[in-house]
């Protein structure tokens, strides 16, 4: 009888996601699952999964999707069968949408790997449900506060998360001291970047020079000072490192830490001049990186070993992206260092991450923004590059964080240079819009159209041929895009 239920719930999600499909009634990636799940509580326990499957599951504030995606690939690329919930539905009841959908109609599940990102609440409930080899956690910001409280209550969850998988590898973000010693027994491997930011912004001349002229800007910002938002600096190493910052403060001792470099926020190389707590031994590090306003070439080393990578992204944050994916895939699979590199070359952008577009005939890339940190890393990646453009748009409904005070924590003072006009969108365009103000942007230069399509439509016909669009929308703007046929549509699972 237990079977039966099991099996209808499976054919039930199966039966909700075609028909999701079929007449197009929007985002389904939790539908299916919620009602299997209700239909089936202990649903995740009778799936057959193959011998030998390795569960590998991502957690953390920012990066999940990406890091998920680049490792999906890289496993698929050694021959082996590989699923991911590439929607992004990283929910209890998304990631059974994704069993079920993968599972064939009697629960077997026939893959190598299962990879999954869990958003930060939920890996305690699902590790209390599917037994997984690897967990990673990325980094932890602050993101949606109204959802998860502070940053130490996101740790003890991932914490009792961990803990219900003691056998289950543990890759860490050794940069981030908040990740890196948290409170689990685990055998642990870790990555980070071991190399000095600031000198590698110092090869970008211009990016520097414009830091450079943009501080001669900042001088007069002193009186903007808005809720959290410190005034830019006028030197540019401070500019460069003032960043949003969440934690500074020793994780066994809560004295300051020191830090010998950064690579954004509270990341980089630490230790404590109290209690001699330093950042833990690198298992893989990346040594050395540049970027271009297309890629980022780096090198990586692990088990005594240097390898040259070239990642077609950009931005520090998918340097880390790229290196927690390369740190599992070196440690579960055989992938050499070519399959590496071709599954990189392939890879298509996951919804809304890096995506490239065609709008009104001119070129447009879509960043998603949801949280000071991983705003302020698109902004000092983007804010430089020649003939950009800018469309941000912001919403505030529940998908979105209801609370949109973080936009006065993001540096938006990375715009400051940009002389075009700045289009901005969404229900609260005009929070954005004062914003920007505040970031010393001038307000003629921006453009207050509360209807994204238009919006978008306005601004690139107002275009060069030779302009490229930026679009930052906050999530629930990216699937009004989507439902628009704008941009790539999501998957459902
Ligand atoms: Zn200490």
Redesign the pocket.
Known sequence: MDKIFFIFSIWIAKFISLTISIFRLGQGSNVPGRFALSLKKDLFQHFKIKNNCKIILITGTNGKSTTCGLLSNILKSTNKKVFYNKSGANLLSGIASTFCHYSNLLGALSYDYIVLEVDEATLPKITREIKANVIAITNLFRDQLDRFGELDTTAKLIESGVNNNKDALIFLNADDPRVAFLNIENKRIYYGIATNVKRHCEEQSDHHDSLVAGSAISKTLGDCRVGANPPPRNDRETLWLSDPEEITT?P??K?ELTFTHKTLAHLGNYH?N??N?QRPKIDFSVTRFKTDHLTTNFDINFNNSKNNLFLPMIGTFNLYNALCSISIAKTVSNATNLQIQKSFDSYSTVFGRGEKLTVNKKNAWIYLIKNPTGTTEVLKTLCNLPNARFLIAINDNYADGRDVSWLWDARFDYLRNHKKNIFVSGKRSNDIALRLKYANINPEQITINENIISSLNKCSRSMNTNETLYILPTYTVLLELQRQGICKSMPLN
């Open positions: 020793c066994s001792c004295a404590c109290n209690c707590l």
